[in-house]
């Protein structure tokens, strides 16, 4: 495995979210407190295996670029952009954006990368995904794709 990385909520989205307790609270506490306690409690669970299992793993393997469940073989894959800073990162998720590209974009995550899909017969141009990481990510799937076999 040359690089892996799941892209996991920060802290700030788990406290947010806590909120929910005390919310359920305040609408339950004319009814019965413990109810409110209780729901509150269970929706915030919810919301935090929502978040633990919509965090997609990146993974790059000697043969195999993986984000989520999409994967690529690394033959596929052409330039690779590390998009490191804020305003690189929104305009290449927003004005940037070509609408064919395929994408697996977190809000909880400011940094992104694109990957450019050089394979003609491939409707989707590239892919552009979130990562906490771009430089060292790019950096990988630089180094893996470098060391595949050269094809004649």
Known sequence: ?????????SLSMYIA?????????VVFLPINTLVGVILGIALYGGYVAFL?????VIEVSDATLRVGAA??????????TANETV???RHAAG??????????????????????????????????????????LAKAL????AQLPKRS
């Open 87 to 89: 305003p690189a990162a």
């Open 142 to 145: 630089d180094a893996a794709v």
């Open 95 to 136: 004005p940037g954006l070509d609408a064919r590209a395929w994408t697996s974009l977190r809000g909880w995550v400011r940094t992104s990368v694109r990957v450019e899909i050089p394979d003609e017969r491939d409707p989707i141009p590239y892919w552009l995904f979130s990562t906490r990481r771009p430089k060292e």
């Open 71 to 80: 994967q690529i073989p690394l033959r596929h894959v052409g330039a690779v």
């Open 1 to 9: 495995m040359n690089y892996r990385e799941r892209v996991s909520p």
């Open 17 to 25: 979210g806590a909120l929910i307790v005390p919310a359920m609270i």
């Open 52 to 56: 633990v299992s919509s965090s997609p």
